[in-house]
């Protein structure tokens, strides 16, 4: 069956823009994170969603992230006015119980 | 503080021989311990996990690991590693209502043939 998509592969931004990131996950998956991993290091949970809310965004490092869910399957995470320190792999996993959790392929962020 | 640690950034084996690979962990109650595999341009692939049980855990791959509650370790072992093992591991621990994962640092695997 088909895995999580996240889209776009790559994003190339200039630094002050907006950027939004899409994850696709797998269909009847309730909980969604979002991990960012930087060059040289294993990624770092920013959030997570149980259905439509995020019932824990404690790894969001600024108030310029910003994730949703709206309809408890795909979710956005958004980043404004982005930051050179913003570039990395950003990385999602859903899961149907709260034990395993499946990566999608990442969505590359560069910030110029 | 939660947390995992890789010693080993970087191991290089020759294909045929055993692996090793190192993991500790820190963690305030029963963890669930992951080991994920990542190639270049892909996904994490889980390889295998522990939640509770019977403390060596068979995975994909060849792979297995054995969880020492003593010693706070999860290593990861493969008895011969072949050409396509080369990758990046990474080590995780989760668990709690969330089970938000908590990555080492990861090891870099070479294969020499």
């Known amino acids: 069956g088909a895995g999580v998509s996240q889209t776009p592969s790559n994003k190339v931004t200039e630094k002050g823009k907006y950027v939004e990131l899409r994850c696709d996950p797998i269909s009847g998956h309730t909980a969604l994170y979002w991990y960012r991993q930087s060059l040289g290091q294993g990624p770092e949970f920013l959030i997570y969603f149980q259905g439509t809310g995020a019932a824990d965004d404690s790894g969001l490092p600024n108030d310029r992230f910003f994730a949703v869910r709206p309809e408890g399957s795909v979710s956005t995470l958004k980043i404004q006015r982005t930051e050179r320190g913003d570039s990395a792999v950003y990385l999602c996993?859903?899961?149907?119980?709260?034990?395993?959790?499946?990566f999608g392929p990442g969505t590359r962020l560069t910030v110029l | 503080a939660q947390s995992v640690t890789q010693p080993d950034i970087h191991i290089t084996v020759s294909e045929g021989a055993s692996l090793e690979l190192r993991c500790n962990y820190s963690?305030?109650?029963?963890?669930?311990l992951f080991w994920y595999v990542q190639s270049p341009g892909q996904g994490l692939q889980l390889l295998l996990k522990y939640f509770s049980g019977d403390t060596l855990v068979q995975g994909i791959k060849g792979f297995e690991a054995e969880f020492k509650r003593s010693q706070s370790s999860f290593n990861l072992r493969k008895p011969s590693v072949h050409w396509s093992d080369a990758a990046e591991y990474f080590c995780a621990v989760g668990g709690g209502a969330t089970n938000k994962l908590i990555f080492g640092t990861g090891t870099l695997l070479a294969v020499q043939p």
């Open positions: 963690y305030g109650a029963t963890p669930y």
């Open positions: 996993a859903s899961s149907f119980s709260a034990n395993e959790q499946f």
